[in-house]
């Protein structure tokens, strides 16, 4: 059974960091797209940030330019998010997705994947 579980979040003020990990088990996704997600209340879950099986290839939400960054470590089936400068507007439920398809250039604020295998979430709440 392949479970994806998140950890990290918590509670910070505006301009704090915090990363979150998402470890993998039940199957090996070194050859497989992941990603991170968030979904604000009220609003649909957004695409943040997605990185390659290798890891060599990264794309951001240009809300997360410049102050997020993804990474993974494969040999431990795991991927992370480093969240800095964070702002109240980060507010969200962040989801692990892995295994989907990502174009890494050209993609619009549309993005909406199907995304194979989704963690269960982890609550970040940043305060003003």
């Known amino acids: 059974q392949v479970q994806l579980v998140e950890s990290g979040g918590g509670s910070v003020q505006a301009g704090g960091s915090l990363r979150l990990s998402c470890a993998a088990s039940g199957r090996t996704f070194s050859k497989s797209n992941m990603g991170w997600f968030r979904q604000a209340p009220g609003k649909e879950r957004e695409f943040v940030a997605g990185i390659s099986g290798s890891g060599t290839r990264v794309t951001y939400a240009d809300s997360a330019k410049g102050r997020f960054a993804i990474s993974r470590d494969n040999a431990k089936n795991t991927i992370y998010l480093q969240m800095n400068s964070l702002k109240p507007e980060d507010t969200a439920v962040y989801y692990c997705?892995?295994?989907?398809?990502?174009?890494?250039?050209?993609?619009?604020?549309?993005?909406?994947?199907?995304?194979?295998?989704w963690g269960q979430g982890t609550q970040v709440t940043v305060s003003s």
């Open positions: 997705g892995a295994d989907f398809w990502i174009p890494f250039t050209g993609w619009g604020s549309d993005f909406n994947p199907t995304v194979n295998y």
